[in-house]
């Protein structure tokens, strides 16, 4: 596996990806190289040395990483890759690209903090401005906008227009300090849920929560469930929209054992559980029980197709 | 209290700069240290104040062996020295600079400025040193600073003061006052080492003199029983001819002219105002005056380091506006600058490299872009040999040649080419005795070949020796003309501002 | 006769500057009614307080159109009056109408919006503390004539002490290694420079990388096997009795966490310390002219050591900011080229701490006036925002530090003769 | 061959073999000691330890595809620190590499994708290019400096600080980025503006270009440019002694100026080459602290052109073997900065080397 800056202790994205093939390593025994991009110069040299160790498949965490893993394939003809965050097209046949419909997932958080917040203000924040970020932040608004027709309401999403597709972005993925500035500018804007999609970034925005008190500001997490990577602030988190590539990848990696593994791309959707929301833990308290229905009745009408998010 | 100094001895790697000195000053007594540049005095009196440890040797105060590793040692038992290139913070007002390290404070270490300027003050007017405490020493004239030196020692109560060549850098007129201030320290008990180089000095204020050269005493005189000219040769080491001979030659047509030229400071003081100069051929003019009267910045004008702010220089006929320094030095006009260390040579750049200092691009050492190495060693390697520069290769780096010789080094540089103009600027500074006649008879030599020579320099004495002609500095005008057989005491005078 | 003669030629001198200077406000004023005024209309809702508060203050509500005419007008005035009073010094003038400008900008971003003032203030604060605080640093040092581009990595070492110790004996014992391992970085540059007489900016240089470094590798191999160790206790806000409760200010300065607190008591200490102790006099003799420091006893050695590692220790201080005082977590290289930015607000507030810590705070605020217009979304690309300060800095550096003057010794390594 | 004669005279240059090559070697082995010391202090095994060295060693020498790693990464460091050297020998610390390699690769992706020409014509524009832009980022720096005195440390982070933002501008600008994204990423260049790679015809996965050649001839050219010219001498006089440059004539705020400018050119060549022969396309985080990286270097060469040749070279090894270290050994690259800075200190406190092994210098 070759990860995204960030770093594999991220608690989200680059961890998440990680878990799964420790999962592999626990299971079938194969073992496991890792090399983590400090810049993205990095990335071809150490997809080349990932290459030269003569790895069955190489994971490649990251949207960003799309343009040195196709050179990499196409120069390697016969190693397998996989790629999160990235659909090709034309597809290319060493090279399973993992893409995630997060924007199902975060359309039910999005929903469900509006039901939740007291002061009709909700917030989000991105790293960069790169899809498999932006959608989430879609989801969210767009069910933030459901929540307002149905119940006829006006809570506000600040930091994220899906239209115009501008909001506020860290423009990187490792700066907890950013996190916590960013989730206090929103706070100060009078936000009580905040979601960050910025991997690591978003533990700074816990920890502003946790100072505050989760009576005063809420974190949603992505990616993976917080209350479980992050058990020392787990009483921040509402839910985390989860976003399940330990499961993908660990299937990857048992296709590979198996041989059949073959280029293209899946898609994880709330259907096939690729994606998701994790229990409310700690705040389900905060959580009526009709509001909680509500999200599970949608939950069903988006995989039945009966609701379109975006309109 | 009595000092005695037993059998020091200290060295620089090959230079020895005392050797055995042995000598006693009592309380109440000046004694006079007289030595050329080089000898040791300063070295001495640093090891005395704590500021160099001796090689060997001790001293004695009261006839007690003391042993000092830091100047404040030396200051708890009662020495205090002015130094000869003064020792205060420019940015720093006289009270603080007097109390720097001796801080009366009140509580949390807050310095009690109140009584601190009482006591300059009580000192000032015992002593009349009057300053006024609350000024930047960087807004004082010389004279005062070296007031505030005076009472910075005196402050930290010292019994035994040492004033390294204090004169130096006085008008006569400061002069008779600093003299007047050491007899009344002396009445009061004091005891005190005047170091310097000027012979009248010692005849007039010490009650005995010790005369140093290359690290020993070599005499001891009292000023009753001798006279300048026995001095001179204790000093130097053989007999000297004071004046270097300079058969008089017609002076010829007007080289350099200078119309009522002005120049302002960036804060637009004047540093020199409404000058009129004129420099002939086979001509020496010598510019006397106490530093820091703009002759500095005159040079620097002829020379193209400075603008000037009005008037006009004209070389050879032909005005030269703002030129810079390349064109001027192109016209065939070679400057001595008085800082060798600072602009006159490279420090860690070879002899070879610093012999094209101010040639390099010229057709001989390039071709406009590349340089040609092996030319500049040839030049390097001649001038060595002319000029004789003591050193084994022309590769070593400037830096680690004496003094003297780096002063050779540059004479050479400047007179080894074709040349009409000269322009001095205390060429013989820091230099030992031997390199000064060489130095002064190449000057008189170039000026015989028709060549003009400016030659600026604060020593008077030199002025007189070489010099056709003498204008005197004051406060940026020039203020007096002599010719070369005048009355020094009335040049003196001059320099001081009285006409 | 001379001096009157030049006495008038100062006049004229002052006169024609104040022309100048006057001009070049007017038609500051101007542009600013030209970019910000034309064609706005609406109001800016400036929010105060939040509605939890104790006493709540009514939102500031400015009509954007005739405010930033208003302020335009102002700033023209102020020149007009430069050329026609030709005061003194026009540093009051220049400072209200820089200070017009902003709130005529901030109005035009959010004429027919709405933000909390208060909050961006609380966050210009904040953001300031690490700033200024290695500035602090900086500040000790070059007053004794040491120069510490190394800051930058005492920071992070600070940063990293902090969350390592933090998360295993609590913040205030993090801290307080903190503060000792910076204090040992501070050793060490002195050691290279003073003793070793290694030049003083390629000590520093090589400090940040060896920082950056060793830190970035104990994250890889310390805290990611065991993320326990990278989880402190932060110092949570303390909110002082009363004055917290005043609005505005309260937030802004009473509600902090301790680091604000004694950023503040540093710059004080450090000004009484510098300005009118025998010891700070003495630590600026060194700085000025260590030769003659030496001649009257004082150890130009021992006295840069002692400052160095005080700087350090200020620097360590600072760096814990980041961890202790924001997120409790270290992450690589988390400091960001503040402790440079640090040296750019010494330089700014010509090595005085407050002047620093008012550079500080101006970069705190740039830095917080993006974040809030990227909510705003101004058409003014958030990039350039971002370069303000930058420019800003670089402008004074060249303008008005141009003649102010560091400690004389500066960079110079002292040899003592003996 | 003319190379080797350079390399003789720089021998017999004033400083002694002793300072040129005993320092530096010790100095470097003992930073890989004590980086592996702290490898072991820090709970790896002795094991670990040992492949570490060995991988830090064949993944920079071992093979053919290391070298070419090694030389590969030494490339920009070249340019860049040569640079910085130039601008030490004037009395300047230039930080601002990283900047002006950052507006180098912009100026040359701008050329690479935006029109097309025949292969040789379209690489020199875009590396012409790249060095312009690098120079004139930097003259702004050295005309600051001249003109109002403005220290060039300070300036040159600003302006690093600056070209930063300005990337990230540039990126986003709707001609610059990558269609189809609206993450901050250009187009990719063209391949007539491509570097070659030099060793495509043993296998294409050896990344060393062009590039390295060019690094090649820059050495020489400063080495000749700084002891060999009167432009040379000019910058060195100025950086020793200004007062006695002006006596001599120099006109010394010029040669400020163009000493900067040179550096920048240099740095910025440092970028175009790092688009051109690796990247192909600009990111944020492609100038990857390059610049900063140099500085290191330059100090570590000297400031001597043949010095900062060796020293890139070794630091290009230290990255591509700190890559091998990582996959064999699993030990992240950040042990390599720390060699890195102990290298430097070392070189920088030539007292201390010779405290610890008086017996070498006997
Ligand atoms: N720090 C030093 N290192 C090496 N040599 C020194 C040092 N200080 C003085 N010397 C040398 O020791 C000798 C005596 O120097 P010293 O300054 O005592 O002479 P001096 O009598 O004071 O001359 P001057 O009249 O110029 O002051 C000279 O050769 C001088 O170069
Ligand atoms: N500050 C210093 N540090 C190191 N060495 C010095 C220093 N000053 C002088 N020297 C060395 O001491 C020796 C004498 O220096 P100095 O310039 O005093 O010569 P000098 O005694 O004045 O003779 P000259 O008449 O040639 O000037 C020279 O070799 C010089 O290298
Ligand atoms: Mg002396
Ligand atoms: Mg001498």
Redesign the pocket.
């Known amino acids: 596996q070759v990860t995204d800056v960030g770093g594999v202790d991220d608690k989200s994205f680059n961890q998440t990806a990680w878990k799964g093939v420790q999962d592999a390593v626990a299971k079938h025994g194969v073992d496991s190289k890792l090399l983590e991009s400090k810049s993205e110069t990095d990335y071809e040299p150490h997809l080349n040395s990932m290459v030269n160790a003569g790895c069955d498949v190489i994971i490649a965490v990251g949207f960003l990483m799309g343009e040195a893993t196709k050179n990499a394939a196409e120069a390697n003809k016969d190693s397998n890759f996989t790629i999160i965050d990235f659909a090709y097209d034309p597809t290319v046949p060493n090279i399973l690209g993992q893409i995630f419909a997060t924007d199902q997932a975060a359309f039910l958080a999005g929903y469900l903090s509006a039901g939740v917040s007291k002061t009709g203000v909700v917030g989000t924040f991105g790293g960069i401005n790169i899809p498999p970020v932006t959608g989430f932040m879609d989801g969210f608004a767009w069910g933030v906008k459901h929540y307002n027709k149905v119940k006829g309401k006006n809570v506000q999403v600040l930091g994220w227009d899906p239209d115009a597709k501008e909001g506020l972005f860290t423009n990187n993925f490792d700066s907890t300090d950013d996190g916590k500035a960013f989730a206090q500018n929103l706070y100060d804007e009078g936000a009580d849920i905040v979601m960050p999609v910025a991997g690591p970034v978003g533990l700074g925005s816990a920890s502003l929560a946790d100072e505050l008190g989760s009576d005063k500001l809420k974190i949603i997490g992505v990616d993976g469930d917080w209350t479980q990577t992050d058990p020392a602030r787990k009483g921040v988190y509402l839910t985390s929209v989860l976003k399940k590539m330990d499961v993908t990848v660990l299937s990857v990696i048992e296709s590979v054992k198996s041989g059949s593994y073959s280029g293209g791309i899946t898609v994880g959707t709330l259907e096939n559980g690729g994606v998701g929301i994790a229990p409310y833990h700690d705040l389900a308290s905060e959580v009526s029980s009709e509001l909680a229905s509500e999200v599970e009745t949608l939950r069903k009408g988006i995989i039945s197709g009966s609701i379109v998010m975006n309109k | 209290m009595k000092l005695k100094l037993n059998e020091i001895s200290k060295s ?4 020895k700069a005392n050797s055995d000195i042995n000598l006693t000053v009592d309380c109440g007594e000046i004694l006079g240290l007289l030595g050329e ?2 000898a040791g005095k300063t070295t001495l009196m640093n090891i005395l104040t704590g500021l160099y440890k001796p090689d060997s040797g001790s001293i004695l105060i009261d006839s007690q062996l003391k042993e000092f590793h830091n100047p404040r040692e030396a200051n708890k038992n009662g020495v205090g020295m002015v130094h000869q290139h003064f020792m205060l913070v420019p940015v720093f007002s006289v009270t603080e600079n007097i109390i720097l390290g001796a801080e009366p404070t009140t509580i949390f270490n807050k310095i009690d400025l109140t009584n601190a300027k009482e006591k300059v003050l009580k000192i000032s007017s015992e002593y009349n040193l009057d300053v006024d405490p609350d000024q930047l020493i960087e807004k004082l004239p010389v004279g005062i600073q070296q007031r505030v030196e005076i009472i910075k020692i005196l402050f930290r109560d010292a019994e035994i003061l040492i004033f390294d060549e204090p004169t130096a850098v006085l008008t006569p007129q400061e002069v008779i006052e600093f003299f007047a201030i050491i007899k009344n320290l002396k009445k009061a008990g004091k005891a005190i080492v005047f170091i310097t180089h000027k012979l009248h000095e010692v005849l007039e204020v010490c009650d005995r003199i010790n005369v140093l050269r290359s690290g020993k005493i070599v005499g001891e005189e009292l000023p009753k029983k001798t006279n300048n000219k026995k001095l001179a040769e204790l000093m130097v080491g053989r007999k000297v001819n004071l004046k270097t001979s300079r058969q008089i030659v017609e002076k010829g047509e007007v080289l350099l002219e200078v119309n009522n030229l002005s120049i302002l400071s960036e804060n637009k003081e004047p540093l020199l105002s409404n000058l009129d100069v004129k420099l002939h051929k086979n001509e020496i003019l010598g510019i006397a005056g106490v530093q820091g009267n703009g002759q500095t910045e005159f040079i620097e004008a002829l020379t193209g380091l400075r603008k000037i702010s009005s008037g006009k220089i004209s070389y050879f006929g032909k005005e030269c506006k703002n030129f810079s320094p390349r064109k001027i030095h192109q016209l065939g006009v070679r400057h001595i600058p008085e800082d060798r260390q600072k602009q006159g040579l490279i420090g860690d750049f070879s002899l070879t490299e610093n012999i094209i200092l101010n040639t390099y691009y010229e057709k001989k050492f390039s071709n406009n872009i590349a340089l040609n190495w092996s030319n500049a060693k040839k030049e390097a390697k001649r001038i060595i040999e002319k000029f004789d520069v003591r050193t084994n290769s022309e590769e070593i780096i400037a ?9 050779k080094l540059l004479i050479g540089r400047e007179m080894s080419r074709s040349i009409n103009l000269l322009i001095a600027s205390q060429p013989t500074r ?3 005795v031997g ?1 000064i006649e060489y130095i002064h008879n190449q000057i008189v030599m170039a000026r015989n070949k028709g060549i003009g020579v400016l030659l600026n320099s604060t020593e008077l004495d030199e002025i007189i020796a070489l010099s056709d002609r003498i204008i005197v500095f004051y406060e940026g005008r020039v203020i007096a003309e002599f010719p070369s057989n005048a009355d020094p005491n009335i040049i003196g005078l001059a320099m001081a501002g009285v006409n | 006769m001379m001096n009157n003669l030049n006495k008038d030629k100062f006049d004229n001198i002052k006169t024609k500057k104040s022309l100048i200077i006057g001009l070049s406000l007017i038609f500051f004023g101007f542009v600013i009614y030209l970019f910000f005024g034309l064609g706005v209309e609406g109001q800016a809702t400036f929010r105060l307080s939040r509605p939890t508060d104790p006493f709540a203050l009514p939102n500031l509500i400015l009509p954007a159109h005739s405010f930033i005419g208003l302020s335009a007008l102002l700033i023209a005035f102020f020149g007009g009056r430069i050329i026609i009073k030709a005061p003194k010094n026009f540093t009051i003038f220049m400072a209200l109408s820089f200070f017009l400008a902003i709130a005529a900008f901030l109005v035009w971003a959010t004429a027919g919006k709405s933000f909390s003032l208060t909050g961006m203030l609380q966050a210009t604060v904040v953001r300031a503390v690490p700033i200024a605080l290695a500035a602090m640093a900086g500040i000790m040092c070059e007053r004794v004539a040491v120069i510490n581009i190394g800051i930058e990595g005492m920071l992070l070492a600070g940063a990293f002490a902090g969350a390592l110790f933090g998360s295993i004996f609590g913040n205030l014992i993090g801290l307080i290694l903190a503060i000792l391992v910076g204090g040992g970085f501070g050793f060490i540059l002195a050691a290279l420079v003073v003793t070793f007489r290694v030049d003083q900016i390629i000590a520093g240089v090589a400090i940040n990388i060896f920082v950056l470094g060793i830190t970035s590798f104990l994250t890889n191999h310390l805290l990611k096997s065991n993320p326990e160790l990278n989880d402190a206790p932060i110092f949570k806000s303390i909110h002082i009795p009363f004055l917290s409760e005043i609005p505005v200010l309260g937030s802004v300065f009473f509600k902090q966490n301790i680091f604000v607190y004694f950023c503040i008591f540093i710059v004080l200490i450090s000004t009484y310390y510098l300005f009118k102790t025998a010891y700070g006099l003495r630590a600026r003799a060194v700085g000025e002219h260590p030769k003659a420091a030496e001649t009257l006893g004082i150890s130009v050695i021992k006295t840069r050591f002692n400052h160095v590692i005080m700087g350090g220790m200020i620097a360590g201080f600072g760096g814990a900011w980041f961890t202790l005082g924001s997120v409790g977590r270290f992450d690589e290289g988390m400091t960001g080229g503040r402790g440079f930015i640090g040296l750019a607000a010494m330089i700014f507030g010509r090595w005085h701490p407050v002047g620093a810590l008012f550079a500080a705070l101006l970069f705190g605020f740039a830095d917080s006036l993006q974040q809030k217009l990227a909510i705003l979304r101004t058409p003014i690309p958030s990039e350039f925002l971002a370069m303000a300060p930058y420019l800003v800095t670089i402008i004074v550096v060249a303008g008005i530090v141009g003649n102010a003057k560091p400690p004389q010794a500066i960079g110079k390594a002292y040899v003592k ?1 003996n | 061959m003319k190379f080797f004669i350079y390399l003789s005279n720089y021998f017999s240059n004033r400083e002694t073999i002793q300072e040129i090559i005993l320092i530096p070697v010790i100095a470097t082995l003992l930073a890989i000691f004590l980086g592996l010391l702290l490898l072991i202090v820090s709970g790896s095994s002795t094991q670990i330890a040992l492949t570490a060295l060995v991988a830090l060693f064949t993944g920079s020498f071992g093979s053919l595809s290391a070298i070419s790693e090694t030389l590969t990464a030494a490339t920009p460091l070249i340019f860049a620190a040569l640079g910085i050297a130039v601008g030490f020998r004037a009395g300047l610390f230039n930080i601002g590499a990283e900047g002006q390699i950052i507006l180098g690769g912009m100026a040359a992706v701008a050329i690479g994708f935006s029109f097309q020409l025949p292969f040789f014509l379209h690489l020199l524009f875009l590396l012409l290019a790249g060095a312009l832009l690098g120079a004139c980022y930097a003259f702004i720096s050295g005309w600051l400096k001249a003109t109002t005195g403005a220290h060039e440390v300070i300036t040159t982070i600003m302006l690093n600080l600056i070209a930063y933002r300005l990337l990230d501008f540039f990126l986003r600008m709707p001609a610059i980025q990558k269609e189809g994204r609206n993450d901050p990423i250009s187009k990719s260049i063209f391949e007539t503006a491509e570097l070659p790679r030099i060793l495509n015809y043993l296998d294409p996965n050896l990344r060393v270009h062009m590039g390295f050649i060019i690094a090649i001839i820059a050495v020489t050219f400063v080495y000749w440019l700084i002891f060999h010219t009167t432009i040379g001498y000019e910058f060195r006089a100025v950086g020793k002694n200004l007062d006695a440059s002006k006596y001599g004539g120099i006109n010394s705020s010029m040669t400020i100026i163009v000493a900067m400018s040179l550096a920048g050119l240099l740095a910025g060549l440092a970028g175009a080459t790092q688009i051109s022969g690796i990247l192909g396309r600009a990111t944020p985080g492609f100038s990857a602290g390059i610049g900063f990286d140099a500085i290191a270097v330059a100090l570590l060469g000297r400031a001597h052109p043949i010095g900062v040749l060796f020293s890139s070279i070794l630091f290009g090894a230290l990255i591509a073997g700190g890559r091998a270290m990582q996959v064999s050994a699993d030990v992240s690259l950040d042990l390599i900065t720390v060699i890195q800075a102990l290298i430097i200190i070392f070189i920088a406190a030539p007292i201390l080397i010779r405290k610890l092994f008086p017996w070498v210098f006997k």
């Open positions: 620089f790697g090959p230079v540049n080089g830096d680690k040649l004496s003094g003297g010789n780096q002063q820091g230099v030992d390199s | 003769e």
